[in-house]
């Protein structure tokens, strides 16, 4: 065979392939037909069992040797995939009506696997044999080239044998067990109803085939989860079954039981649709051991052969009503539950309404009827010329015998009978085959009662095919007798509004006062009083070249936000914070949040509640940009990362960050000994994730400090040379925002002053630390006030101790090295 080569554009041959792909996975593997509600390898699974005999009223089969016979006959894919199909249509927690009886391990709600399938045994269920009722007929129709199709049959992979594109389904299977399933651009997510509900909304259909969706929803109530729970938002069933799409929750069923001692209990007995039990109940546990949730003192899941049953056991006088609402919000007890009805409708993925699922259903049962009726009509007809003929044989008996006789074979003797007689090829046939016992005068009774039958039978199916309300009155009675042997109580409840969850903190977590330190190195933790009281707030455990940034008593119902030089905040509700000894090192905020590299806390502040009006988280970077959000704006719900409250360029970094009243001041001081002071008003309120406005104009050099600041404040500044200065506030005019500002050191030509730190004074030691570990304490209150081009006094000798590294003003710290 010589080879030939195409040139063609690489986009051009992958768009086609891919598509081509799309196209099989869409139609032939992911998405379920929306007149049987089967996916093609279950669909194959359900022929294959029912083509081998594997059937409700037989023994059980090994599971192996169905999947054997599927991906040998019908379905070319690995025998891993289809043996998990097969075992989801056998899990009474998947499936509403499950298709498939299976004996051994089919896994479990834990999400346990199934055992391997050497091991189980499986055979149709009984409601499965609706699925597949007069199947044989349509197969036989559609080899005698039936121009009547609705189950049309295919060659098979290999054309050794055939199969049918869609399956009779006596029943809405599609909205009886649901489905979901994830193809090329397509994700559908059908959930399971009541099979009694559904029936009767497809009788409404029929009687009534302009019923909208409030009339069918007065009988078809929604969905009905085989794991029972509660539903709760009809305006959300509402308009997926007009559009295809909404959103409902779903609540785990739960009960309050009252214990000796004081104490309460949660129990639940149901859980939400497709709820891993064993995650739940680790995922509850959790809660417990990492102290999130100190009511819980115990979980247990007491499930057993009678049903779901898992307790959660709180502590002594603890309400369980505050618990149990905690745990629906975070927890898979409350899960939503979001409708998308794609199926293959008329060969496309059609996004399906509630009418237009039924119409699908209602059109194929008439076409399956029709050419049911077809075939029953055929066959009577076929037969009832037979039994003429033998009719007319026996009338003749001794002159048929005769003709038979007086012939050399078979074939002479049928064409004998057919010349003299006027028979048919197929009688002539018939009564050359007619056994000697039927010459009675008892089969020629049976044979005119048979005779009166048919044509009655005859008369009847070519009604129903001359009229399409007789036609629907079919439909109607098989729907009714199917209903009345398969119907069920509903398992989940429907409630009309979706219920908000109130979590109240005081419920969580016991109030405790405790004492929180971060150190700049960014060590945290919480300290009970009693530890703190024991070392009287002295011995803190720290590194050498570490100093605290932040200690406050505060209650566990508190709140902490952490600022970082990149820009970004965390969020720390007291309560999660680490507990740890006041003489034991707290852990590292990157074992809590991950954090960037080289990103290290600047601030720390501490809230009652973020609640707060008018209240604003102020911003600036050391190249002179500054912004302001509202305080409101940084609660949040997740504290495991961090989140952005600046945009920082690369270049830039984040060297302040403090909270402001709409009232306060700002006042900016920069490296080169410029000075800013303006109203926080003039930066306007922006929201988290921007960056800022220009704070101050700067030349060759760097903001180094920025802060709120009152008009009888005091300002540290310390030199790169080892000088300090105290100045009032005031000393620095108040200006417009994105000025220059004024000088607050005297120039100098030769080794001119730097700022390299300023503070706010407040009670306490100024700490100078050098690079040579020389640490220079100086009272506060002892340094005088200066003028505001003062260069202040020298305190550190920088020649001799080395370079200064860290300034921070720490009360009694000091003493404690």
């Known amino acids: 065979m010589q080879e030939k080569f195409q040139d063609l554009p690489l986009e051009e041959v992958m768009g086609d392939r891919f598509g081509r792909y799309s ?3 869409i139609q032939d593997r992911a998405l379920p037909d929306a007149r049987d509600g089967l996916k093609p390898v279950q669909r194959r699974i359900l022929y294959a069992m029912s083509e081998e005999g594997n059937t409700h009223d037989k023994p059980f089969r090994k599971a192996a040797k169905t999947v054997g016979n599927v991906i040998g006959n019908y379905h070319p894919h690995g025998d891993t995939s289809v043996y998990e199909a097969m075992v989801r249509m056998s899990q009474d927690w998947k499936a509403r009506h499950m298709l498939i009886e299976m004996h051994g391990n089919n896994g479990s709600v ?19 044999a609706e699925m597949l009722r007069d199947i044989n007929k349509f197969k036989e129709a559609s080899a005698d080239g039936d121009e009547h199709i609705a189950i049309k049959f295919i060659p098979n992979f290999d054309e050794q044998d055939l199969e049918p594109t869609v399956l009779p389904a006596r029943f809405p299977n599609l909205l009886v067990n649901g489905s979901t399933g994830i193809s090329a651009g397509y994700a559908t997510d059908i959930p399971p109803h009541n099979l009694d509900e559904v029936i009767e909304a497809v009788l409404m259909r029929l009687s009534k085939p302009t019923s909208s969706v409030e009339e069918l929803m007065t009988v078809l109530k929604g969905p009905d989860f085989p794991t029972g729970g509660t539903i709760q938002g009809v305006d959300g069933i509402k308009k997926a079954y007009e559009t295809g799409r909404g959103k409902i929750v779903v609540r785990a069923k739960s009960t309050i039981e009252t214990l000796k001692g004081n104490k309460e209990q949660i129990v639940i007995t149901e859980l939400p649709y497709d709820v891993n039990k064993a995650n739940l ?49 975070i927890t898979d007890l409350q899960v939503t539950y979001n409708f998308n009805m794609i199926a293959i409708h008329n060969r496309r993925p059609t996004m399906m309404t509630l009418p237009l699922l039924l119409d699908a259903y209602i059109d194929h049962q008439k076409a399956v009827v029709k050419q049911r009726t077809n075939y029953d009509l055929h066959r009577a007809k076929k037969r009832l010329h037979i039994v003429e ?48 016992y039927r010459l009675t005068n008892t089969d020629i009774t049976s044979l005119q009662q048979e005779h009166a039958a048919l044509q009655a039978e005859i008369t009847q199916l070519e009604a129903i095919l001359a009229s399409d309300n007789k036609l ?200 080169e000994g410029q000075a800013l002071r303006f109203d926080v008003e003039e930066v306007p309120v922006t929201g988290l994730r921007t960056g800022g406005v220009k704070a101050m104009a700067l030349k060759d050099e760097e903001v180094n400090f920025a802060n709120v600041v009152q008009s009888d404040d005091d300002i540290i500044i310390v030199t790169q040379r080892g000088a300090v200065k105290k100045m009032k506030a005031t000393e620095v005019p108040v200006a417009n925002r994105a000025q220059r500002g004024v000088q607050i050191l005297t120039t100098l030509k030769n080794n001119p002053h730097k700022i390299i730190a300023t503070q706010i004074a407040k009670e306490g030691d100024l700490i100078i630390e050098t690079e040579k570990a020389h640490i220079e304490a100086i009272a506060v209150k002892t340094l005088p006030h200066n003028e505001r081009l003062s260069n202040g006094s020298f305190k550190v000798d920088t020649k001799v101790e080395g370079a200064i590294c860290t300034v921070y003003i720490a009360p009694n710290i000091f003493e404690q090295k």
């Not at 346990?112 to 409601?127: G, H, K, N, V």
């Not at 417990?288 to 002594?316: F, P, T």
């Not at 005769?402 to 074979?409: E, G, P, V």
């Not at 049928?414 to 046939?429: G, S």
């Open 472 to 671: 629907i009155a079919v439909i109607k009675k098989e729907l009714k007798q199917l209903q009345k042997t398969f119907k069920e109580p509903r398992r989940s409840m429907i409630q009309a509004k979706i219920e908000e969850i109130e979590v109240t903190l005081d419920v969580l977590v016991p109030s405790e006062d405790v004492v929180v330190t971060v150190t700049k190195d960014g060590y945290i933790k919480r300290t009970s009083l009693r530890s703190h009281a024991a070392s009287n707030g002295k011995d803190l455990a720290m590194k050498e070249s570490d100093y605290i940034l932040f200690e406050q008593t505060m209650n566990t119902q508190h709140h902490l936000l952490l600022f970082t030089n990149r820009g970004q905040y965390m969020y720390q509700p007291v309560h999660v914070l680490p507990d740890i000894r006041w003489k034991d090192l707290g852990q590292h905020i990157s074992g809590i949040i991950p954090l960037e590299e080289q990103e290290e806390i600047i601030a720390v502040y501490g809230f009652v509640t973020l609640d707060e009006k008018e209240q604003y988280v102020v911003t600036a970077t050391k190249d002179g940009q500054i912004k302001r959000s509202a305080l409101t704006d940084y609660v949040v719900s997740r504290y495991s990362r961090a989140m952005k409250t600046m945009n920082v360029k690369k270049t830039d970094e984040m060297i302040a960050a403090f909270v402001a009243s709409s009232t306060a001041q700002v006042l900016l001081t920069t490296t």
């Open 110 to 128: 834990d999400g346990d696997p199934a055992a391997a399938m050497r091991y189980t045994e499986a055979r149709l269920s009984t409601i499965a």
């Open 23 to 25: 196209k099989y996975i």
């Open 281 to 329: 109940v680790k995922k509850i546990d959790e809660q417990r051991i990492d102290k999130k949730l100190d009511g819980i003192a115990e979980v247990r899941d007491e499930s057993d052969r009678e049903g779901l049953r898992v307790v959660i056991e709180l502590k002594k006088d603890i309400p369980a009503q505050g618990i149990l609402n905690y745990l629906l919000k």
């Open 389 to 436: 003929g033998l009719i007319k044989a026996l009338s003749i008996l001794d002159k048929v015998i005769d003709t038979i006789r007086a012939s050399k074979d078979k074939r002479n003797a049928k064409d004998n009978l057919i010349t003299q007689f006027t028979f048919t090829e197929a009688q002539a046939e018939a009564i050359v085959s007619l056994q000697l």
